[in-house]
C-alpha cells in the first residue's frame, strides 16, 4: 500500500501561449499522391519554431506531431494517429527534419491526411488555429498482388 511519503506528483504541464502555437510551421516536403491501404510509410516533414520560446517533446511542454485521416463526407476515419516526438529541444528560430511514421485507412479510397502538433495532455494546436494543420489529399489503394507474396 501506498503511504502519502512514497506518492509522486503528476509533473505540471505548461501551455504553450496561443501567439506561440501560431508561430510553429509544418511543412510536409514530398507529396503523397498515393498510399498502400494499411502499409505504413514515413513522412519527411520539416518543422520551423518561430515562437519565443524552445520547444520538446518533453515535460513540461510535451509538445508531438500527430495526424487525422478525414473521409470525403469530412467525417474522422482516424482522429488522433501515432504519435511523432520531436528529435530534440527545438530553439526559438530554429528548423528540423524529421520523419514520422503515417499508417493509412485499411480500406482504399480518397482521405486527406492531416498532420499537426499537440501538447499532449493540454489540446491539439488546431483548436485555437484551424490553419495550423497540413493537409494533404491522398488516394489510398490496394496492396498490389506481388507485394503480398502471392
Known amino acids: 500500500m501506498a503511504t502519502p511519503s512514497s506518492l509522486q506528483p503528476e509533473p505540471t504541464l505548461v501551455a504553450l501561449p496561443t501567439a506561440d502555437r501560431k508561430k510553429i510551421h509544418i511543412v510536409l516536403r514530398h507529396p503523397l499522391p498515393e498510399m498502400h491501404a494499411?502499409?505504413?510509410?514515413?513522412?519527411?516533414?520539416?518543422?520551423?519554431?518561430?515562437?519565443?520560446?524552445?520547444?520538446?517533446?518533453?515535460?513540461?511542454?510535451?509538445?508531438?506531431?500527430?495526424?487525422?485521416?478525414?473521409?470525403?463526407?469530412?467525417?474522422?476515419?482516424?482522429f488522433a494517429g501515432k504519435r511523432t516526438r520531436l528529435p530534440d529541444h527545438l530553439p526559438s528560430g530554429g528548423q528540423c527534419n524529421l520523419e514520422m511514421?503515417?499508417?493509412?485507412?485499411?480500406?482504399?479510397?480518397?482521405?486527406?491526411?492531416?498532420v499537426g502538433l499537440l501538447q499532449e495532455g493540454i489540446s491539439w494546436f488546431e483548436t485555437s488555429d484551424p490553419q495550423h494543420l497540413q493537409k494533404v489529399t491522398v488516394n489510398v489503394v490496394n496492396i498490389p498482388r506481388q507485394s503480398r507474396g502471392l
Do not use: C, F
Open 38 to 78: 494499411g502499409q505504413s510509410m514515413l513522412l519527411d516533414v520539416q518543422l520551423s519554431n518561430d515562437a519565443t520560446q524552445s520547444i520538446s517533446s518533453d515535460h513540461p511542454l510535451r509538445v508531438l506531431l500527430a495526424y487525422h485521416w478525414v473521409k470525403p463526407d469530412g467525417s474522422y476515419e482516424l
Open 101 to 114: 511514421r503515417v499508417t493509412p485507412p485499411a480500406e482504399p479510397g480518397k482521405y486527406e491526411l492531416q
